[in-house]
């Protein structure tokens, strides 16, 4: 199967077009510019927000399927005014563009969504086909109105929201953790948002499984083993690390205390405080479920650590 992946140069585009290549598709990695590309698969240089770019190239390369993994995700920078615009036209317009596309060549297309969809209150899980939406910043709002227009024009879609990614080929909260541990001996972390970390190495597992079906429709999808917060996260990066021989990640050479959201108070975006996200739906439906996100975590350190 031919699949077109954008957002290739980021940590999920990256390790979804590893997937497909080790299952034999045929991926077609696009981004807006091949700087960063590192991947063997063809590459194809595209701007989604040109709506006549967009379908001109998928109707020359005539995939069987869309992953679109491409997205503005820099919270905090699109609450700027001078971001807006181009948060807008990236997460929404250029969805809607792909997803145009995608009904004028009748194949289905996967859109990675966000639990920022949702306003992040209280203490129940957040189920795949909740239609309460209530997005607290403009990176949420962007992400719902993608979200709204392939829903729109599409009935061959599946529409998968996924929170705390975490992957080798681009920044996440893992790799800053470590980054401060090498240059502060205290480290204050939020413990009052909930969610669950996501592997993009088994987040793309799933990933291709679904697009192998035409079990259509809204997923949740974060790595198994509970939901934690922020600094319960740091703490076991950090027990980790120092198991594997980073000193400055021990206990002797390093304090992390937890801190409110209101405390901490570094954010210009809101951040919701219920990132749980019901993943049952994904068992129902067949599709095996992540590993334990420590188990992930584990298997995650030894390949950044081992480079």
């Known amino acids: 199967m031919k699949v077109f992946v954008t957002g290739a140069c980021g940590q999920l585009g990256y390790d979804v077009l590893k997937e497909l290549t080790s299952r034999g598709h045929i991926p077609v990695a696009s981004d807006l510019s091949g700087d960063a590309y590192e991947g063997k698969a063809e ?32 919270v905090d920078a699109a609450e700027e005014d001078e971001c807006r615009g181009k948060v807008r036209s990236i997460n929404a317009d250029g969805t809607r563009y792909l ?9 289905p297309m996967m ?48 529409i998968v929201r996924i929170a705390w990614v975490f992957g080798a080929h681009g920044n996440n909260f893992v790799k800053t953790m470590l980054r401060i541990a090498q240059n502060h001996d205290k480290i204050t972390v939020v413990n009052d948002q909930i969610g669950t970390p996501t592997y993009t190495k088994d987040l793309a597992r799933l990933l291709v499984d679904m697009i192998e079906t035409d079990r259509y429709g809204y997923y949740h999808a974060t790595n198994e083993g509970g939901y934690i917060s922020w600094y319960e996260f740091a703490l076991e990066i950090f027990k980790q690390a ?53 188990d992930a975590l584990s298997r995650y350190l030894k390949e950044i650590l081992s480079r």
């Open 43 to 74: 590459f194809c240089k595209l701007d989604i927000t040109r709506q006549d770019k967009v379908l001109q190239l998928l109707e020359e390369i005539r995939p069987q399927a869309v992953i679109h993994c491409a997205a503005w995700t820099a």
């Open 99 to 107: 997803a145009k596309a995608c009904k004028k060549l009748d194949i």
């Open 111 to 158: 859109y990675i969504s966000t639990d920022y969809v949702f306003d992040g209150q209280g203490t129940k899980p957040w189920e795949p086909d909740c239609k309460k939406y209530a997005p607290l910043n403009v990176y949420g709002r962007t992400k719902l109105e993608g979200e709204l227009a392939v829903a729109e024009q599409l009935s061959k879609f599946f």
């Open 242 to 294: 120092a198991a594997m021989g980073l000193e400055e990640c021990k206990e002797t050479s390093l304090s992390v205390e937890p801190v409110t959201t209101k405390e901490y108070g570094q954010s210009k975006a809101a951040r919701p405080y219920n990132s749980r996200l019901d993943k049952s739906k994904l068992s129902k439906q067949g599709y095996a479920p992540l590993p334990d996100w420590k």
